[in-house]
Nanobody, 125 residues
Framework: QVQLVESGGGLVQPGGSLRLSCAAS????????VGWFRRAPGKEREGIAY???????DSIDAAKGRFTASRGNVRKIVYLQLNNLSSEDTAIYYC???????????????????WGQGIQVTVSS
């Protein structure tokens, strides 16, 4: 059974940083496109960043310069670097893997076949 597991979340002060990781069992993430999503309290889940298996990455305009998706040297783990966090970034963060998620589609949830359980990120002083 395919499983995606997020790690690296927790409590951070405003202005702080976190790096989330996404690892998979059964599938090899180096052959999959990976999206990062989040669900803030009282809001719908939204796409925030993307890492193509071919290398390019992207993020929503509101996250550019703060959130960056990347891959490790062996590309089996996908990271989401979160910088300059504010209370508005408090949410459950999810990674998702899709077989052929073109850059133009990356924030469409239906493009992803597998999802992690999510990990809590809380930004508070």
């Amino acid at each position: 059974q395919v499983q995606l597991v997020e790690s690296g979340g927790g409590l951070v002060q405003p202005g702080g940083s976190l790096r989330l990781s996404c690892a998979a069992s059964v599938i090899r993430l180096e052959y999959w496109d990976v999206g990062w999503f989040r669900r803030a309290p009282g809001k719908e889940r939204e796409g925030i960043a993307y890492s193509s298996r071919f290398g390019p990455s992207d993020s929503i305009d509101a996250a550019k310069g703060r959130f960056t998706a990347s891959r490790g040297n062996v590309r089996k783990i996908v990271y989401l670097q979160l910088n300059n966090l504010s209370s508005e970034d408090t949410a459950i963060y999810y990674c998702a893997a899709g077989g052929q998620v073109r850059p133009a589609w990356w924030n469409e949830e239906s493009r992803y076949a597998y999802w992690g359980q999510g990990i809590q990120v809380t930004v508070s002083s």
